[in-house]
């Protein structure tokens, strides 16, 4: 219940900023819109207690603007090349992440990050099918992400 | 101090305009969809996201600015999701990996 209370407060505070109006009224409408959001996706909450720490989860955020803004340029980069150096392949990444939620948001920050890009989730959920710009190293590959951003995901949700 | 405001603004438009435009090259010069996708989603997401914030500061109110802000939010919740399903979309329907792929772990059902 406070996880749905919070939920709605982060929709009005969305809500306030897409309208531009941090008006008292405006923030309740958002409030009510948000909650009123919530109700028709609340099948999806059953079951799902996640752990929720504020810092981690910021330092989560902080490494997904640096990796995002790195990638940006690598793929820039590579592109403007005249002659593109380029070993693409689809690597079998497997997951230590089992709930929707978070393997949800790996794919996602794995999608925006070097080089990489999720594909799609074996029927198992045991692997995420990832295409890698550079598919010269799958085992680093492989590592970099185990070590980045599924460790983060799980300090900050577990 | 508005001098200051203007560089930050026009260095904000141009870099964005640049990302934007190689991640259009990117489309046009990369072998296969899936790598296609890479210069689609990253380069074109800090492109737009920069050109997004650097229109907001110009406009120098608060409204304008947090909408500017929240549009790059959701493009970042959402182009991923998007060339997530291109990529699936184009497995699915047995689109191939180009010739110059070098593994691909997906056409075998991985090892346990």
């Known amino acids: ?158 | 101090m508005e001098i200051l405001l203007a560089l930050v603004v026009a260095a904000m438009l141009v870099s964005g305009g640049i990302f934007t435009f190689l991640a259009a090259v990117g489309v046009v010069r990369l072998p296969d969809v899936y790598t296609r996708m890479h210069a689609a989603s990253k380069a074109g997401t800090v492109g737009s996201g920069l050109m997004l914030i650097a229109a907001g500061l110009y406009a120098g109110e608060f409204a304008t600015l947090a909408r500017a802000f929240a549009g790059f939010v959701f493009f970042i919740l959402t182009a991923p999701v998007a060339a997530h399903l291109v990529a699936k979309a184009a497995h699915q329907a047995g689109y191939r990996l180009s010739r110059r792929t070098v593994c691909d772990e997906m056409r075998l059902p991985p090892k346990k």
């Open chain 1, 1 to 158: 219940m406070t996880v749905l209370m919070f939920t709605a407060v982060v929709f009005s505070i969305v809500w306030a900023a897409i309208t531009g109006s941090l008006s008292p009224l405006n923030l309740v409408l958002g409030f009510l819109l948000g909650l009123l959001s919530l109700w028709f996706i609340r099948r999806d909450f059953r079951g799902s207690r996640t752990a929720f720490r504020p810092l981690r989860l910021l330092s989560l955020a902080v490494l997904f603007v640096k990796e995002l803004a790195l990638s940006a340029w690598r793929v820039a980069v590579l592109v403007a090349r005249p002659r593109m150096d380029l070993k693409p392949g689809i690597l079998a990444f497997p997951l230590t992440v089992d709930r929707d939620i978070e393997i949800t948001l790996l794919a996602n920050l794995i999608t925006l990050t070097p080089g990489t890009l999720s594909v799609d989730v074996s029927e198992d959920r045991r692997f995420l099918y990832v295409h890698a710009l550079d598919c010269s190293d799958p085992v680093g590959t492989k590592r970099d992400i185990a070590a980045g951003f599924e460790r983060k995901i799980l300090e900050a949700l577990r």
